[in-house]
């Protein structure tokens, strides 16, 4: 070995070093938040663009702002590569469902409303989170699972597809609908909405954003809710926050919406309002 390569060798060592000290805080700081009070859960309203009725809520966990995890996103990040991630999923699902619950003590109002958990496709795939678990945490607070929207995130891309639409088919014959969450942002996510036919498609808000002045965006958009139409799914669009743009996806007949021009992520449940009605769409019946 000569003196350049060993010098080369030496300092990836020390970057490694590096990395891997980084990713020991990062796990430490990771078990530091979990503590119900480290863990912020709010609820956003999902609107028909019809006639505007609350349908559903997502259910979303912010965990405290630290310095290794400065936003959520950096969180989550962190969270779908780490050897945790099994344990965070089942961590913040019964703190969201309890959550949940709770809020339906106070108010009886959104007992039937529709429930958006947001879940990681390996996670599905683990064995152990396919033991029944999920069912038994719902039963505790009956609630059924045909009310529970397992919306995916492609946080780590599905790589076979067949066999992970059986382990959908085996969630759906339990109760359970899925959403294939952030549609039309890459090749991952509109491969999975060939292939496991889920029951919502969410339409990514970079999509959203300005639709009303961007022809490709509305030409995209046009393409996920036509295919929707003919597979019988139920397009929602995220991240809706002006009159424009809302005023374009009811022209254009999109079912539902999200985003907070019709309601922002709140500690309690409360229902969305539309700005705008916009009578001439169709009702569809999700319950």
């Known amino acids: 070995m000569n003196v350049h390569t060993m010098f080369n060798f030496i300092g990836f060592i020390k970057s490694q070093r590096k990395l891997l000290y980084q990713e020991y805080r990062k ?40 310095a290794l995890f400065p936003t959520t996103e950096k969180f989550y990040d962190f969270v779908s590569r780490s050897h945790d991630v099994l344990f965070v999923e089942r961590y913040l699902r019964h703190l969201s469902i309890e959550r949940f619950s709770n809020q ?24 152990n989170y396919q033991s029944g678990k999920t069912l038994e945490l719902l039963a505790k607070y009956n609630i059924s699972p045909d009310r529970v929207v397992l919306e995916l995130t492609e946080k780590e891309a599905v790589i076979d597809y067949q066999q992970f ?17 952030d549609a039309g942002t890459g090749y991952n996510s509109l491969k999975t909405i060939v292939y496991l036919k889920p029951e919502f498609i969410k339409i990514d808000k970079s999509l959203i954003r300005n639709i009303d002045e961007n022809a490709t965006q509305q030409h995209l958009v046009e393409i996920l809710l036509d295919f929707a139409e003919q597979s019988g799914t139920v397009v929602i669009a995220e991240g809706i926050e002006t009159i424009s743009e809302l005023r374009f996806l009811q022209k254009l007949g999109i079912h539902l919406g999200q985003g ?5 992520p709140k500690p309690n449940l409360m229902n969305g309002k539309l700005p705008l009605k916009n009578p001439s769409i169709r009702k569809l019946s999700l319950m």
């Not at 339906?104 to 064995?127: C, G, R, T």
């Not at 639409?165 to 969450?181: N, P, T």
């Open 27 to 66: 796990t430490e700081e990771l078990k530091g938040l979990f503590q119900s009070d480290k863990i912020h859960t709010v609820f956003q309203p999902i609107l028909s663009l019809e006639d505007g009725c609350t349908i559903g809520f997502e259910i979303l966990n912010r965990p405290m702002q630290t």
């Open 104 to 127: 339906i003590m106070i108010s009886q109002e959104h007992k039937d409303q529709l429930i958006f958990l947001n879940i990681q496709a390996q996670v599905l795939a683990d064995p």
């Open 165 to 181: 639409e059986k382990i959908i088919d085996h969630y759906r014959q339990q109760g359970f609908r899925m959403a294939v969450d």
């Open 260 to 264: 907070f021009a019709l309601g922002k």
